[in-house]
């Protein structure tokens, strides 16, 4: 609840004292067209002969197709494997030695591997009509076992999902620093700890409009997206054709979180469909299909140790990760980033001197999972904040104590760690200490000794996590999956009556993009926020970028944006300079104004001279113009790291196990806030996510790889009643690396809520023998771990 | 998500929608609030021939004291009990119930018919008015009969309604001034479906008592004659008397096999008993 970033910016940055540059707390422009449900999302979109799309899906998660039947009455209308001739399957390999390639057919050959695959496609004037089709079509399917449980598919001997690979798995990595030094440790805590499957769940799900425009020769593909550009280049290795063949455009996009990061065999579909039949098509995701049909996320499995001294102090971390990856690997991220990255980034912000880790990205039949908001973090921080807290009660220490000891101190930074991960910059000690402070530890301990008259136990729960955003080129080299993040580039242009326009690669799904590059812009070049305008989500528009992912978008579109507008505003200075007839040398940009000695001249009246009357520019005019695309890179690429120290108080009823929050602090430092309104609600938001994590979010399977939870009505969100009012204290660390020292912090929300939550529950059922390993933490599972230690406890006696 | 095509028809007149019930052979379905046959209907989980929309049905909102007990029409709201627009017998028993069904804009829209009808387990009314007593009024084109709602829910989604045949009316017995009412759920989160439900209907004056344990996968266990639950006999002192052992039993005989499932339950109902008062 920071209200005095504007003073801190009015003496950082001039432009602070207009109230719109970088640090104010301006509402957010698109929220006009937004809040007044006047978006244009994919489904609003109609187009002259616009025709919808059903899709024929797997209803086994595992079988080799015999026949698919399709009414005489409806041949023209269906279309499966066969019909596709030339498109190939989708491919997302990963260059890390040992790496098996899947091949996702766009709609399936042979064997479905998942329920909900793409079988065949039918077209129809409306949807409804297009699932008559799709119910009509008959297949004749042999089912086989299915690989449901990502550890027996590892076990020799598993059904295999693809059989020419020999096992289950896509990648196993190996990653030591000499854990030998750590085996003599008094301390020792073993456990097995893991997070569920889970569905991202944005409101607005996946949706394709494809049509063909013959005069340009151009497929349209318009399509609910994160990264319209890795659309377009996916789509154009899959159907064979030119990237300028194909635009993309993703208008209005209502929340993204990784799910609609991926290339989708549904896009490929429909481009297909379109250039087939000549007329528009579109597919709209149902929330069934969203479920289990698309992507999951999530679904992890530790078998950790945790080494340490008498004091807390940690000596080392031997980790074995496995992680579900489903049949697929997804189209650019791979079935490998989730599992391979919790080698490197499990030790978090942690000093130790011995880490082993080895991972496993295991295929089973289920949909391919995509990296979720926070990605694999949120599974890390649950495993290791978890373990700390046993590590504490060996120790004798408040959590809070082993964190405070083992934590990278600010005189340290930049500081590398054990897995070589580059910190910044930040005081992790001191989020921990606020965060402690805040939540009034010593007073939950008291309320904790005179115990709850309604019989239920509240317990205090603390965590801290790291979050690595806007790492480059040399993060993702190494990974040789389908997308390396290069110079992130922007355009600005005056336009002729002094406005700007900028066009930018990334994407906003939330982010308020609208509103904060243009803060970025203001700062440079003190055009007015409302004559900005922002333009993305378009290939023929925006220069090529890898999209939005991984919280870059303000640090690498921010800083492109920066870099630009300081081009574009030297230009307009020396253009400037003539106007005034003062020597270029003499005259500064100032305010949205070219000043020098003797008077000033706007960029209003440069743009308008420089467009409408070139006869009043000297021959000798800069002849480079008012419009300029740069490239922009931090000064290392290896990311920023933002982190937030989260502590929670909960009540557990261990009678009903059901669980209440009644207070969450977040302590957050993402370097320089462009605008701390934004940041405010991207961790209201991300809290809530994680709030799902660990309490309600869970996608089951059955034996025969059914997904359980096919409606929201077995697939619980978190609500506005289920998610507390957070108080928030933010810290400001610049990054000493980026434009304005700013850092990514759109993850960071979700990724420390599960683990502080669930250490809260243990905290409060831990007199009674309860541990809680794994996510979510449901009533069913509270009530098993109580009756199972009382059953112990008997036993014991 | 889309439903399979359907005939839709939406009468005035009851019996006239009792004769196109009759006509449809089984294969046509009534809507009134539409808050659970209309995701059926969209999953494609129902695809009748034929919808009748009886929400245009007027004979059907009424709501009247008839001598000892309320008779409510199918089409009443759980809003409209919720908000106090129809008359209460059960001394705020029923109202407290509805404020708490799912959400507002489920309780605006959804009957207490329909609800009923609809026969879930894990929906309020059909646990709380065999607590209470209720009966109902079935009709049909060839004529009415009337059943107590614990003879009506004979398991998960089934009810002992005919092809043809309609809820026409709920008959609430007026709550004894010396009745202790109790009803307590656990749900996930807000507005959710209940994973356990209790409720409890006592009269220590009459030494009588009726307990339901609600949400479980089959019809509610309704216990008319509860003292067994109490060690053998209702008395003041109920509360303390209650007896978590058998409230186990019974869930272990309705062929719940999961103990923290019948614990979680076993707490519910107790919730309802310790909460339950005049």
């Given at each position: ?62 079988a ?11 041949r ?31 709609l ?34 042999e ?68 049509t ?12 609910a ?5 890795i ?22 996009v ?71 990856s ?12 989730e599992?391979a ?21 295991v295929?089973?039949?289920k ?54 991960k ?15 402070a ?137 253009i ?144 506005a ?77 | ?20 019930l ?22 494609r ?62 309780r ?19 646990s709380?008015l ?40 709920i ?56 003292a ?14 209650f ?28 919730r ?7």
């Amino acid at each position: 609840m920071k209200e005095d970033a504007g003073v801190r910016n009015e003496r950082e940055f001039p432009s602070g004292r207009s109230g719109q540059g970088v640090g104010a707390r301006l509402p957010r422009k698109e929220d006009d067209r937004l809040m007044r449900g006047r978006g244009q999302y994919v489904a609003d979109i109609r187009l002259a002969g616009l025709r919808d799309v059903a899709f024929v899906r797997s209803p086994l998660a595992h079988a080799r197709i015999r026949s698919i039947h399709v009414p005489e009455r409806y041949r023209s209308s269906v279309f499966t494997a066969a019909d596709l001739v030339g498109v190939k399957p989708i491919r997302a390999v990963s260059g890390l030695p040992g790496f098996k390639i899947s091949e996702q057919p766009v709609l399936a050959t042979g064997k479905v591997r998942q329920v909900g695959e793409l079988v065949a496609m039918c077209v129809a004037p409306t949807r409804a009509e297009a699932e008559d089709i799709a119910a009509s079509v008959m297949l004749d399917l042999e089912e086989l076992p299915a690989v449901y449980d990502m550890l027996k598919a590892r076990q020799p001997g598993s059904t295999l999902v693809h059989e020419h690979w020999g096992d289950n798995v896509f990648l196993e990595t190996n990653y030591e620093v000499d854990i030998s030094a750590a085996l003599d440790a008094p301390i020792k805590v073993t456990r097995e700890i893991s997070t569920a499957r889970q569905c991202m769940s944005p409101l607005e799900g996946r949706g394709v409009v494809a049509t063909f425009d013959r005069r340009l020769d151009q497929l349209t593909l318009h399509s609910a997206a994160q990264m319209p550009h890795i659309t377009r280049s996916g789509l154009a290795e899959c159907l064979n054709m030119e990237e300028g063949q194909i635009r993309v455009i993703s208008p209005d996009v209502g929340g993204g979180f990784g799910h609609k990061g991926i290339l989708l065999p549904e896009e490929v579909c429909l481009s297909w469909l379109t250039m087939q039949c000549g007329y528009p098509v579109r597919w709209t995701e149902d929330r069934r299909e969203h479920l289990v049909a698309s992507s999951n996320c999530r679904e992890h499995h530790y078998k950790i140790t945790v080494y340490a001294d008498r004091d807390g102090t940690l000596r080392g971390i031997d980790c074995e990760a496995t992680v579900d990856s489903g049949a697929y690997s997804s189209y650019p991220f791979s079935a490998c980033l989730e599992a391979a990255q919790v080698a490197s980034i499990l030790p978090g912000p942690y000093k130790m001197p011995a880490y082993r880790c080895r991972t496993f990205s295991v295929a089973t039949n289920k949909c391919p999972i995509l990296p979720y908001r926070g990605v694999a973090r949120t599974g890390v921080c649950f495993a290791l904040e978890l373990m700390l807290d046993l590590v504490a009660e060996e120790a004798g220490l408040e959590p809070g104590e082993v964190r405070l000891r083992n934590l990278v101190r600010p005189e340290q930074m930049p500081f590398d760690n054990i897995t070589k991960k580059h910190f910044d910059s930040g005081d992790y000690p001191e989020a921990m200490r606020r965060a402690l402070a805040a939540i009034n530890i010593d007073a939950i301990r008291a309320r904790q000794r005179q115990g709850d008259a309604a019989g239920r136990r509240v317990g205090v729960g603390v965590s801290i996590y790291c979050e690595q955003a806007a790492h480059g080129t040399s993060v993702y080299s190494g990974w040789g999956i389908p997308m390396v993040p290069g110079h992130e580039q922007a355009s600005a242009r005056l336009t002729p009556d002094g406005g700007l326009e900028l066009r930018v690669g990334v994407h906003s799904h939330g982010q308020g993009m609208e509103t904060t590059l243009a803060q970025v812009a203001h700062e440079i070049l003190g055009i007015d926020v409302a004559n900005i305008r922002i333009v993305l989500g378009d290939t023929a528009m925006t220069p090529y970028s890898t999209g939005t992912w991984g919280s870059r978008s303000m640090v690498m579109a921010g800083g492109a944006v920066a870099t630009a507008c300081r081009e574009l505003g030297e230009r307009a200075r020396r253009i400037g300079a003539k106007l005034l007839q003062h020597d270029p040398a003499s005259v500064v940009l100032q305010n949205g104004e070219v000043r020098g000695v003797n008077g000033s001249v706007g960029l209003k009246a440069i743009a308008y001279t420089w467009y409408r009357r070139p006869q009043d520019l000297p021959a000798d005019v800069d002849p480079g113009g008012l419009e300029v695309t740069q490239g922009y890179k931090p000064v290392r690429d290896s990311g920023t790291f933002s982190y937030a120290a989260h502590a929670a108080v909960v009540a557990v009823d261990p009678d009903l196990g059901e669980v209440e929050i009644l207070d969450y602090v977040i302590v957050e430092d993402g370097g320089v806030l462009v605008n701390p309104l934004v940041v405010d609600g991207q961790i209201y938001g991300g809290l809530a996510q994680g709030i799902g994590t660990a309490l309600y979010e869970e996608m089951p399977f059955d034996a025969s790889g059914q997904p359980l939870a096919t409606t929201l009505a077995d697939y619980l969100l978190p609500g506005a009643t289920e998610v507390p009012a957070a108080r928030l204290d933010h810290m400001e660390t610049p990054s000493p690396y980026t434009q304005f020292g700013v850092k990514g912090i759109g993850e960071g929300g979700a990724i420390a809520p599960p683990a502080a939550i669930a250490n809260a529950v243990n905290d409060a059922l831990r007199p009674l023998g309860v541990e809680l390993m794994q996510s979510p933490i449901t009533p069913h599972r509270v009530v098993a771990a109580v009756l199972a230690a009382r059953a112990a406890e008997r036993s014991a006696a | 998500m889309k439903p399979a095509p359907f005939a839709y028809e939406r009468p005035r007149d009851l019996n006239v929608a009792l004769s196109m019930l009759a006509a449809g052979s089984g294969s046509a379905k009534i809507i009134a609030g539409g808050q659970s046959l209309g995701p059926m209907l969209n999953l494609r989980l129902v695809q009748p021939e034929l919808i009748v929309d009886i929400s245009g049905i007027a004979e059907l909102k009424r709501a009247e004291v008839s001598g000892n007990e309320l008779v409510l029409g199918a089409l009443v709201t759980h809003a409209d009990i919720e908000d106090g627009r129809i008359a209460d017998v059960t001394r705020g028993a029923m109202r407290a119930v509805a404020a708490n069904i799912a959400y507002r804009a489920v309780r605006n829209r959804g009957t207490i018919g329909g609800s009923l009808s609809h026969a879930d387990p894990a929906a309020d009314w059909i646990s709380a008015l065999s607590a209470l007593g209720a009966r109902l009024t079935l009709r049909s084109f060839s004529g009415t009969r009337a059943m107590a709602i614990e003879a009506f829910v004979t398991g998960a989604l089934e009810s002992a309604l005919h092809a043809g045949e309609i809820v026409e009316a709920i008959h609430v017995p007026a709550r004894a001034a010396s009745a202790h009412w109790g009803y307590a759920k656990s749900c996930r989160k807000t507005g959710e479906f209940a994973h356990a439900i209790g409720a409890a209907l006592i009269d220590p004056a009459a030494g009588s008592a009726r307990i339901v344990i609600g949400a479980i996968d089959a019809a509610p266990i309704v216990v008319s004659d509860a003292a067994e639950l109490f060690g053998g006999r209702i008395t003041a002192d109920y509360k303390q008397r209650f007896d978590v052992r058998v409230a186990d039993a019974l869930l272990v005989k309705a062929g719940i096999d999961d103990t923290a499932q019948r614990h979680i339950h076993v707490g519910v109902l107790r919730r309802a008993v310790q909460e339950a008062a005049a």
